[in-house]
């Protein structure tokens, strides 16, 4: 009679695992605290011996730590997972496992824990962002081609918009409400037709095409070349046609936003599914009401176009639209047709064997007035170089748009923050004299930092107001540089170096108290350089020395009273 409950322990041990297992995997919705304390109950009501009781609780503890650690594999599996995603799944699976109050009591944990997990998906964002600032902090004035976005992307050509500039740095502030766009249409290709809810000024940058401006009561199809200027107005339905059977169509557009300040969208009503037209946004019975159509027309008007926001167009089609080029109907809004100006049909106002530069004003193209802003193109030739310069009202919004180089500004936030940035890490631990080191700095005067970049065909950066630049060309090809000069009212460039030079107008005392030195030796440097604007560059300026043919005197002197 004694092996009897011998024999059955191991029975009730398998059977109370068994029960903890069942009564856990019965509460997977349970709270987890209320899930232990139901497991331990059970066991005690199992009416085991006292052993069996403590095996049976200790399963249950056993099982619920097993539990976490999968909860936490769980969680470290989603990481990453979009929080939304997450709980539209943890919801079902509560609908699939619990009803009533537990399924009620289960969907809220879920809400719970997907504002967690959107909490640090934002602590996340911020961290990635901080990473971002600190890497960018030293180089927040250039922009590649990874910063543009593709809005359009067909095989008969693309639409990139680049990064809104608040999303690189706080310096940009004054540029945050303009965008940058490229625009590239391949030969015998229509772009279909759209509205922007922002201001945008165009340049031709390559090749030959025909733009179409339709508002309300007019419509005016013209002649793009390379070097047109062309505004288009806030709402106006603008398409595009590149004409050409060889070349590619290249746009750059500089878009000053209207409706939010910063953001930038396109709206197309003449498509169908691919481009989606924003009439499919509106009801059924609205569009049924306002074109008076029944519902299959209108399905077939505006489902119809799956071809992308660039297509084909046949050599017929294009020459039905070249047709009516040139062609009016009532007087453009405010008064008169605005033809586009062409910058290269204007003489250069400073040139020379190194380079020329062109610029637009609103004297040559009257839009540019209400824009506020100046179109500048400068050519330098190989191996040259732009004289050091700044802007005294205007930031310069610059694309690079032939050839490659190097750029370089002097900005004296950049060493700021840098300077803020150390003080802040150390800041528990500096001592008085180290304190006493940065206030002897301040005393001396601003510090500048160089931000310099290699730049190519694409390149976009922002020179702010008062920030001296200079631009360098490479010796195996020209940099070709487009700038939109913003706040151009009342702006001056200020030239640095050359015969042009600003510092030459310095009476010579000015100079003495300045440089500490005698004005004769002051003038040496400032009256070396013969050339203003464009001169050679850095290795042509060594080849021409080492042949003796150097004229404009030493460049490592003029940079250095330019502070580079």
Not at 207 to 221: M, S, V, Y
Not at 332 to 348: A, C, I
């Amino acid at each position: 009679m004694t092996t009897k409950p011998r024999a059955f322990i191991p029975f009730l041990l398998v059977l109370s695992i068994l029960l903890v297992s069942a009564t856990l995997a019965l509460s997977t919705t349970e709270d987890p605290k209320r899930q232990i304390e139901r497991c331990k109950q059970e066991c005690r009501e199992s009416r085991q011996g006292e052993q069996q009781e403590r095996q049976c609780v200790r399963q249950c503890e056993e099982q619920e730590e097993k539990r976490g650690q999968g909860d936490e594999r769980g969680k470290e599996g989603h990481k990453g997972e979009d929080p939304e995603k997450r709980l539209e799944e943890c919801r079902r699976e509560c609908r699939e496992q619990a009803e009533g109050r537990e399924q009620r009591e289960c969907e809220k944990r879920c809400e719970e824990e997907c504002k967690e997990r959107r909490g640090e998906s934002k602590e996340e964002e911020k961290r990635e962002e901080e990473k971002g600032e600190k890497r960018r902090g030293s180089d927040p004035y250039f922009f590649e081609e990874e910063s543009f976005l593709h809005r359009v992307r067909t095989e008969h050509g693309n639409v990139r918009v680049l990064r809104n500039f608040l999303e690189r740095s706080k310096l940009l502030l004054g540029v945050a409400n303009y965008r940058v766009a490229i625009l590239e249409a391949n030969p015998n290709t229509f772009v279909l037709p759209s509205h922007w809810d922002a201001e945008a000024l165009l340049f031709v940058a390559r090749g030959n095409g025909l733009i179409t401006r339709q508002c309300q009561d007019n419509k005016e199809t013209q002649e793009l070349r390379r070097g047109h200027i062309i505004r288009v107005r806030a709402g106006t339905i603008v398409s595009f046609v590149n004409k050409d059977r060889n070349e590619k169509l290249v746009i750059v557009m500089l878009f000053q936003t209207v409706a939010t300040p910063g953001m930038l969208e396109a709206f197309v009503g003449a498509g169908g599914r691919n481009p989606e037209s924003f009439y499919r946004s509106f009801s059924k019975p609205v569009l049924r009401a306002a074109f008076n159509t029944g519902v299959d027309k209108l399905e077939r008007l505006f489902g119809r176009q799956k071809k992308g926001a660039m297509i084909e167009a046949s050599q017929e089609q294009i020459r039905e639209l070249s047709r009516r080029a040139g062609s009016e109907g009532l007087p453009w809004p405010f008064g008169e047709s605005r033809r586009p100006f062409n910058l290269l049909d204007k003489r250069p106002s400073h040139s020379n064997r190194h380079g020329e530069l062109r610029e637009a004003d609103r004297d040559d193209y009257p839009e540019l007035r209400d824009l506020n802003i100046q179109v500048a193109l400068a050519r330098i030739n190989k191996g040259s170089m732009m004289s050091p310069n700044y802007n005294t009202e205007a930031t310069t919004i610059s694309i690079v748009v032939g050839g490659n180089g190097q750029v370089q500004i002097v900005c004296p936030h950049v060493s700021r923050q840098q300077e803020e940035g150390r003080g802040r890490e150390g800041e528990e631990g500096r001592g008085q004299q180290e304190g006493k080191e940065e206030e002897e700095q301040q005393q001396r005067g601003q510090r500048y930092q160089r931000v310099e970049s290699e730049v190519s065909r694409g390149t976009t950066y922002i020179v702010p107001a008062g920030h001296p630049s200079v631009a360098v060309s490479s010796r195996n090809e020209s940099l070709e540089v487009l700038c939109f000069e913003i706040n151009a009212m009342n702006n001056q460039r200020t030239w640095l170096a050359g015969s042009n030079n600003i510092l030459k107008q310095m009476d010579r005392m000015t100079k003495e108290l300045a440089f500490d030195q005698p004005a004769r030796e002051v003038d040496e440097v400032l009256n070396a350089p013969r050339e203003e604007v464009f001169m050679a560059g850095p290795q042509e300026r060594e080849r021409e020395s080492e042949r003796g043919e150097g004229r404009d005197g030493p460049l490592e002197s003029i940079l250095e009273f330019a502070g580079f």
